[in-house]
C-alpha cells in the first residue's frame, strides 16, 4: 500500500473512507477493474486500469464529510458469510495500473459488479479526476 499509493490502509479507512473511529479496521480494501472485462478486450496488450475501493459494514460508515473523491454506491451487498450489509466505497484518488501477469497470482474476484454500478463508479471517478482547476487568464 505504501508503495503503490504512498499512504496505508489505516490512513485511508482513516482519512479518505471516514470510517467510525471505533470501526476502523471493519471491512476489506479492494481493487476494482475499471477496463473492459468482456472477451473482445481479453487479450488486449496494455494495463488494466485498476480502482481502490472499500467494502465496509453499513455500520461503520461515519455520516458525510467524505472525500469528494470517494464514490458511495448506493447499494448495499450482503456477501456469503458477513454479518451485515456491506457499502461500496470507490476512491477516485487512488487508482492504478496492472498488467495481466501481475494479477496472476491474486485471489479469485469476490463480486462482478454490474455494468449500470461500474458506469456510474467510472463517471464519477473520471470526473474527479479530470476536472478543472482554477484556471487563469
Excluded: Y
Amino acid at each position: 500500500m505504501l508503495a503503490r499509493f504512498g499512504t496505508t490502509p489505516a490512513d485511508l479507512r482513516s482519512r479518505e473512507f471516514k470510517l467510525k473511529e471505533s470501526q476502523l479496521d471493519a471491512g476489506r480494501l479492494v481493487l476494482i477493474r475499471g477496463g473492459a472485462a468482456c472477451d473482445q478486450a481479453q487479450n488486449s496488450p496494455g494495463p488494466l486500469p485498476m480502482l481502490l475501493g472499500l467494502l465496509a459494514p453499513v455500520s461503520a460508515l461515519k455520516a458525510g464529510s467524505r472525500s469528494p473523491a470517494v464514490h458511495l454506491c448506493p447499494e448495499e451487498l450482503r456477501l456469503p458469510g458477513d454479518q451485515e450489509a456491506s457499502s461500496l466505497l470507490v476512491s477516485a484518488r487512488f487508482t492504478s495500473t496492472m498488467l495481466p501477469p501481475d494479477l496472476a497470482h491474486w485471489p479469485d474476484p469476490i463480486l462482478r459488479i454490474r455494468e449500470q454500478l461500474l458506469m456510474t463508479i467510472l463517471v464519477h471517478s473520471a470526473t474527479h479526476a479530470f476536472r478543472p482547476g482554477t484556471l487563469k487568464f
